[in-house]
């Protein structure tokens, strides 16, 4: 995403869900400690999850955590890069879309929010989920330690 502060203010171009970006806005001081991500285009707040023993922490994992989840199947269509437990898919639109994934280090994904319902580990690339009965089905996730 990249962008620059300015009198309180993180401005950056986002790219959205059709592959288009523009110039977003937010005031960094509403955020309150949260994180700023962008959603389709937008900078919003999302919570930190800090208080999960670990999860979600920023760098957590030294970088040996990465992750790009796509919504089609063989790394197609729209794509988003994480290095750090999403307990919570919803907020950022990508709920219930995933159907393949690449990544370094091993993660552990779940049918339901905060880590809930079928969960499995993966540590290796998957070009679909469809034959592991998970596609359109992944709400959460977070690296394995």
Known sequence: MGGMVMSGELIANCQDSRGFYRQARINVASCRGAEIIND??????????ERRGGWGRPGWGGGRHRI????????????????????????L?????????????AWEFCTDVD???????????????VPLGLNDLISSFRPVR
């Open 115 to 129: 880590f809930r319902g079928r969960c499995e580990i993966f540590d290796r690339d998957v070009s679909s989920v």
């Open 68 to 91: 790009t989840v796509y919504e089609h199947t063989n790394y197609q269509g729209i794509a988003r890069t994480f290095e750090q437990a999403v307990p919570n898919l919803v907020p």
């Open 40 to 49: 389709n285009g937008n900078l919003v707040c999302y919570p930190r999850e």
């Open 93 to 105: 639109r990508f709920n219930d879309v995933i159907s393949s994934m690449q990544m370094t280090g």
